[in-house]
């Protein structure tokens, strides 16, 4: 997965909701063969929109790690633009949209944590964001917090607006060509055990790791794990670059 002066192709990071580069980095913190470069999500309210942004100012191939949120964006890239997208890990997504009867309650609730963003992280994002374990340590609700504050509630408002009007993406999980990781905590709440096995087994080339203990964030309750599956991810990426005769 090297461009054509042989020079390794980037490692684009796609956070989640409220969440910026600090997500990621307890598990790239690291060398790694290759550059990293992390983009946030842009103020975009469709995921069509976002797409589009994030690859208007991406690199011509690239590999792309994409968390909750961003996985779903990296997912619509990988659709979108299959000629570029030569890597894929969604930590957390899922493909299906969000039901009916949900949207009324999440946009009260997202109006609602406007008034104060690290309240509604420490109330209502770090317990549904976490496995067995997080609570054990009490930096972990201060991170979100933290990182709502920072990303702030025009962010919250669009990423939920983008979020809520996704489309159901499983009947095109088929068309996805890029080498593919699903990695997710085995007590995600939100993109849950089912969901990443339903993502693992429509993508054509793709793995599945469930890791034991961890919820949503399993980039920072379980950031060794994460690392060892991107590790051997792009190693897979790498080898079909070689076989397809990919330039290098």
Known sequence: MHGPRGRPEALLLLPGTLCDERVFAPVLGSPWDRPKLFMSLPSATSMDDMARSVLGVAPARFAVVGLSLGGIVALHMALRAPERVVGL??????ARAVPDDLHDSRR?????????????????????????????????????????VAMGA???????????????LRQRLQDVAAVTAVIAGEEDRLGTPEMQRELAAGIPDASLLLVGGAGHLVTVEAPAAVETALRTWLTRVDAKAIVTGSPR
Request: cysteine-free.
């Open 154 to 168: 025009d962010a919250l408002d669009a990423q939920s607006a983008a979020a809520l009007g996704r489309p159901d």
């Open 108 to 148: 009260s609730e997202a109006a609602a944590a406007r008034a104060d963003l690290a309240a509604y992280a420490r109330s209502t994002l770090a317990p549904l964001y976490a496995g067995t374990i997080a609570p054990s340590d009490p930096s972990f609700a201060d991170l979100i917090a933290d990182m709502a």
């Open 89 to 94: 890990a969604l930590i957390g997504a899922n």
